[in-house]
């Protein structure tokens, strides 16, 4: 199998989508494919730590048009971990490959999702009630139940990485890009169906997601996974893709039954539990054919 070729493709399909697409811009006044140039800027500032970016100027229209290009900044993600694995496995053993791809990934990141996960768990299992739940969502310290998920779910990576690099590096590879970007789209169903609950004013993701997403805008952020799925031309990556939306539906009618809504920590703790799933169900298809 030619994976660079498959690897490729993807990176080209991102690229057409934000330049065929720009004509979809929320603010058709202003000159299209300059504020989508922001918008994605803006999804970089806001989602990775990449230097130079986090310092560009504030602009809090473009911040609610940046969730829309949260599955690309995935694409990105997913890009360096692949990288990172494919030159780690040249001169190191598998473990310390896979562990330093998971290292970048979060480097990259600035592991927010990783924390999202963190404070839901402490949230949900200490909490009584919404108000109670919403508080501790909003303590920075780290809790016993946070502190096991955050270990469970590397682990559990680590160990799904490590099998499916067993099966295959280049499908790995593929499989890193793939759920990055999947499981940052699946979170989006949340933020289109529920409203957002954390009441604080000084919470980072009041105004990206203070108001619902827009269907047209999760379509948008649809064909970013759509058009590179298609040319993968891989049924493994569609079941991966069902699963993490029945969870992610599954997590919205939890958060709603429990707090009301949603907050930025549960779309973080969604990311995580998406992006392990995926990859289990790649492993799952791949290695049972």
């Not at 791809?101 to 927010?112: D, F, K, N, Q």
């Not at 790995?172 to 759920?179: E, K, S």
Request: aromatic share 10%.
């Amino acid at each position: 199998m030619d994976y660079r070729r498959n690897i490729v493709i993807p990176a080209q399909a991102g690229i057409f989508i934000i330049s065929g697409f720009s004509l979809h811009s929320d603010l058709p006044k202003q000159p299209s494919m300059t504020m989508q140039f922001k918008y994605v800027l803006t999804a970089l500032m806001y989602f990775t730590r990449i230097p130079g970016i986090r310092n560009a100027p504030y602009d809090e229209a473009a911040q609610r048009q940046a969730l829309k290009y949260f599955p690309l900044i995935g694409w990105l993600v997913g890009a360096l971990g692949a990288l990172t694995l494919y030159l780690g496995q040249l001169v190191l053993p598998p473990t310390i490959a896979v562990v330093g791809t998971i290292i970048a990934m979060l480097l990259l990141t600035g592991a927010m999702h990783e924390d999202g996960l963190a404070d839901s768990v402490d949230a949900f299992g200490g909490g009584y009630d919404r108000d109670r739940i919403l508080s501790i969502m909003k303590d920075s310290n780290l809790g016993v139940f946070g502190g096991i998920a955050l270990i469970l779910i590397l682990a559990l990576k680590t160990l799904l990485l490590l099998e499916l690099v067993a099966h295959n590096v280049g499908l790995t590879m593929l499989a890193i890009m793939f759920t990055q970007a999947a499981s940052r789209f699946v979170v989006l169903l949340i933020p289109a169906t529920l409203d957002y609950v954390q009441p604080s004013p000084e919470s980072k993701s009041r105004t990206m997601v203070g108001e619902r997403l827009p269907i047209s805008s999760l379509a948008f952020s649809g064909l970013i996974i759509a058009i590179p799925l298609l040319l993968l031309n891989d049924q493994a990556y569609w079941k991966g893709l069902l699963a993490a939306t029945l969870v992610s539906a599954g997590l919205a009618f939890y958060f709603k039954s429990r707090i009301g809504g949603y907050s930025g920590d549960c779309l973080g703790a969604t990311q995580q539990i998406c992006e392990s799933l995926i990859y289990l169900t790649l492993l799952v298809s791949w290695t049972s054919i």
